[in-house]
């Protein structure tokens, strides 16, 4: 990937994923760091609050960097919300590429699909109980002989 240049990463979504979706992504696959990275776009984040503690001169590169490569590098007031393996990727929840939408929009189109499928998962679980269930209730007349 071409990180280093002048030219910020592209948006490629012009509309942000939906707050429910982020809020779904951040329930289940996020935790809170001071780095980030998009695996999509490319973006580099920081968050400098103080009560991180950081190598020796990392902030100061980072800022730096923010300066040499206008928009690859972003600097937050706020603990950044990392979505680790979503997919495959790794990204910060409100990255500004809005990447995530993609996720979103598959979710969406694939949702009669993906009910089914859990529909049917479900049922062949639901059998396997029973017949599990089945056995042990035999075995439970075994012991009384
Ligand atoms: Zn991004």
Same mark, same amino acid.
Request: charged residues 35%; glycine residues 2%; hydrophobic residues 35%.
């Given at each position: 990937m071409?990180? &280093?240049k002048t030219k910020p990463p592209e948006i490629l979504y012009?509309?942000?994923?939906?707050?429910? $979706?982020?809020?779904?992504i951040e329930s289940f696959f996020c935790h809170g760091s001071c780095r980030g990275h998009c695996d999509i776009c490319g973006r580099e984040? %920081?968050?400098?609050?103080? $009560?991180?503690s950081f190598d020796e001169n990392e902030v100061e590169e980072f800022k730096k960097n923010a300066k040499k490569y206008p928009g690859w590098y972003i600097i937050t007031d706020y603990s950044l919300p990392i979505a680790d393996n979503l997919f495959g990727?790794?990204? +910060? +929840?409100g990255c500004p590429c809005n990447g995530i939408r993609k996720f979103e929009e598959i979710l969406w189109h694939y949702r009669s %699909?993906?009910?089914? &499928?859990?529909?049917g998962r479900l049922q062949a679980q639901e059998e396997s109980?029973?017949?599990?269930?089945?056995?042990?209730?035999?075995?439970?007349?075994i012991d009384k002989i």
């Open positions: 071409k990180r &280093y012009e509309n942000p994923p939906s707050e429910e $979706f982020n809020r779904a984040f %920081l968050n400098d609050d103080k $009560f991180w990727v790794t990204t +910060v +929840v %699909l993906i009910a089914r &499928y859990f529909e109980v029973k017949q599990n269930r089945k056995i042990v209730e035999q075995c439970k007349g």
